[in-house]
Structure formats: structure tokens, C-alpha cells
């Protein structure tokens, strides 16, 4: 499954399956992304960063993608579980270590079993 | 592992009440934030704090005010609640200097009458 164009509010994909949630921002002085994962009932989570000097970064099953040209941030799920079912925030900064942090309105991921 | 706590998960408040949320934080960090989550919105920020004493407002400090006298508790007032302030209030903390990994309390749950 894969949302596309500005933050969406949902997005629905089968367990096992790859996901991608897409991010728009606006600030084109934003230097650092960052995704958080916001789980029912829990305060957000980091998931994985990356600076405007790198277009991907992968971390455990995760991948984020950076397209500057576009100001559009991606974070790539592989074989998503029951566990990655969540709301996802993208947020930027205008430097790496002020965290000082802009966030999107979020995406709630549902993995359908 | 870092522990943010919120001394109250929910909270029901009379218009004009004056409101404390409390948070502390047990891992020494320099930073701690106030954001309030609202549906469609994601998470803004309302006032952060980059040393004790200091505070700086966010994005809507309008009708809130903070304090920060020890370096691991971090307040949010709200003078004179009003319905609008109805909504979930996270505070977070990070290490000063690094990435931008906000560590985040569950949230409290504001309801205004």
C-alpha cells in the first residue's frame, strides 16, 4: 500500500506486505527529518532520522527516503506486522541537534491480519 | 531505558480553573518540551526549555505559561482554562546537542467544561 501527495489521514495494508507513508513539507530551509511512530495510548516513539545531505537511510525494516528538490520525505515499512500498526508523524528541523521540531499531522497505519 | 512521566493520564477542569500539568523526566536531559496533540492537527508546540530556568515559547503559547525550577521537572499552567485548551498534552524531553529523539510521556488528557 502507499499514500501519496500531502500527509493523508489513513492507510490500510496486508501483513507482510511493504508499506510506504509519504510526507510534504513546506519549509525549504528544514536541514534534519525525522519519523516518530505513535502507538494507542503511548506518547510518540523515534523511529529514524536522516539529514538533508542524504537521500535514504535504512534502519531494522525501515527505510526513509529524501527528496529535496520536491521537499518530500518517505518512510518505507517491509513486511509490516500486527506491531506496526500505529499513527506516523513525520517532523523536520532547520538543523541537525535543534530540536526544536515541526510535525505532520500524521498517517494512522492499519495492518490487516 | 528513559522515563518521562506525566503525573495525571486525565484530567476534567472547569472553565476559569487554573490547570498544573507536571512532568519529569529521569535522564538527566537538558531539553524538555510541551506539545499538545489535537486531531488533524499533529502535535504543536506550545512552550520548550533548554535549561532551568529558562523557557522559550513554541508555535501557540497563548494562554499557557511554564516553569522550570529543577532541571528534571518541566510545568504547564494554564491560568484560566478555556474549552479550546480541551485536548491531549505531551511533554518530552532530549539530550542537548544530539538528533532529534524527543523522548515522550503518555500524555495527559485534558477535558475543559
Known amino acids: 500500500g502507499e499514500s501519496v501527495g500531502l500527509h493523508l489521514p489513513t492507510l490500510s495494508v496486508q501483513e507482510g506486505d511493504n508499506s510506504i507513508i509519504n510526507c510534504a513539507y513546506s519549509?525549504?530551509?528544514?536541514?534534519?527529518f525525522i519519523w516518530y511512530k505513535q502507538e494507542s495510548g503511548k506518547g510518540p516513539q523515534f523511529i529514524i532520522d536522516?539529514?538533508?545531505?542524504?537521500d535514504k537511510r535504512q534502519g531494522q525494516r525501515v527505510t526513509v527516503l529524501l527528496n529535496k528538490t520536491v521537499k518530500h520525505l518517505s518512510l518505507q515499512i517491509a513486511a509490516t506486522q500486527p506491531g506496526d500498526s500505529a499513527v506516523y508523524f513525520c517532523?523536520?528541523?532547520?538543523?541537525?541537534?535543534?530540536?526544536?521540531?515541526?510535525f505532520g499531522t500524521g498517517t494512522r497505519l492499519t495492518i490487516i491480519p | 531505558d528513559v522515563k518521562v512521566t506525566q503525573s495525571s493520564r486525565y484530567l476534567v477542569k472547569r472553565t476559569g480553573e487554573k490547570v498544573f500539568l507536571e512532568c519529569v523526566q529521569d535522564?538527566?536531559?537538558?531539553?524538555m518540551f510541551w506539545y499538545r496533540q489535537d486531531p488533524g492537527l499533529g502535535l504543536r508546540l506550545i512552550y520548550f526549555?533548554?535549561?532551568?530556568?529558562?523557557?522559550e515559547k513554541g508555535d501557540i503559547p497563548e494562554g499557557y505559561s511554564v516553569s522550570r525550577e529543577k532541571k528534571e521537572r518541566f510545568s504547564l499552567i494554564l491560568e484560566s482554562a478555556s474549552t479550546n485548551q480541551t485536548s491531549m498534552y505531551l511533554c518530552?524531553?532530549?539530550?542537548?546537542?544530539?538528533?532529534?529523539?524527543?523522548?515522550f510521556g503518555e500524555g495527559s488528557r485534558l477535558t475543559v467544561l
Open positions: 535522564m538527566d536531559h537538558e531539553n
Open positions: 517532523a523536520e528541523a532547520e538543523n541537525f541537534g535543534n530540536e526544536k521540531l515541526t
Open positions: 526549555s533548554y535549561d532551568v530556568k529558562m523557557k
Open positions: 536522516i539529514r538533508s545531505n542524504m
Open positions: 519549509n525549504s530551509a528544514s536541514d534534519y
Open positions: 518530552a524531553s532530549s539530550l542537548g546537542g544530539r538528533t532529534g529523539e524527543l523522548f
